[in-house]
């Protein structure tokens, strides 16, 4: 069964600190990666990756895909309480569904 | 060009009613998703549409719930005889294809099931 782990799972930081999430993977045909950002309701797309050892870069956001070890990094830089949000990663998926999500990471930024 | 859209945003019930919960998903993209959140938890793949066919229901909790789409345009979520457990948000996204290409999410719908 296809798979989506990402850590940690809550991460509080202060503005400005510079934080990285994990996602790992388990999928059984590879095709493409994604990035969401949930605040409130709707998650938001941030990237797609599908391509191991490209950076993909969005301002103070960028993101990174390792297809030999099976994982991806988002790291925010200078972060600001805008920032606070959960962060999903996401793959589609062999089986039934389109895309399986992971649990995300909630991240608080305080002041 | 206009996103993905949904209503109502928010939708208050009395358990036993039937609620009906709209989508309509960016113009061109052939396929549509429903998915749910109960509060504090992750999103919950419910059914997809690839034009207006869904390959696989077997995503949906229960017999309670319907979907279809027309016109390979808006999609209804339908929940009857709702149930407390029913509560959650219900978010609905669209893809120009189906797998690979992104999804783009609604606002989504919050039900709320008294």
């Known amino acids: 069964e296809d798979k989506v782990v990402q850590s940690p799972l809550s991460l509080v930081v202060h503005e400005g600190d510079t934080v990285t999430l994990n996602c790992s993977y388990e999928v059984t045909n590879f095709r493409s990666l994604l990035w969401y950002k949930q605040e409130k309701k709707a998650p938001t797309f941030l990237f797609m990756l599908?391509?191991?050892?490209i950076e993909k870069k969005s301002g103070r956001l960028s993101s990174i895909l390792d297809k030999k070890e099976l994982f991806s990094i988002l790291n925010i830089t200078a972060t600001q309480t805008g920032d606070s949000a959960i962060y999903l990663c996401?793959?589609?998926?062999?089986?039934?569904?389109?895309?399986?999500f992971g649990k995300g990471t909630r991240l608080s930024v305080i002041a | 060009g206009a996103g993905v859209s949904q209503s109502p945003s928010n939708k208050v019930t009395e358990k036993g009613k039937d609620v009906e919960l709209r989508c309509d998903p960016i113009s061109g993209h052939t396929a549509l998703y429903w998915y749910r959140q109960r509060l504090g938890q992750g999103l919950e793949f419910l059914i997809y549409f690839q034009g207006n066919s869904a390959p696989d229901k077997s995503g949906l909790p229960s017999d309670r719930f319907s979907a279809e789409r027309t016109g390979e345009s808006v999609s209804t979520l339908t929940i009857q005889r709702t149930q407390q457990e029913d509560s959650a948000v219900y978010l609905c996204?669209?893809?120009?294809?189906?797998?690979?290409?992104?999804?783009?999410f609604g606002p989504g719908t919050r039900l709320t099931v008294l």
């Open positions: 599908t391509s191991s050892g």
């Open positions: 996401a793959l589609p998926n062999s089986g039934n569904t389109p895309l399986v």
């Open positions: 996204a669209s893809s120009l294809g189906i797998i690979t290409d992104t999804q783009y």
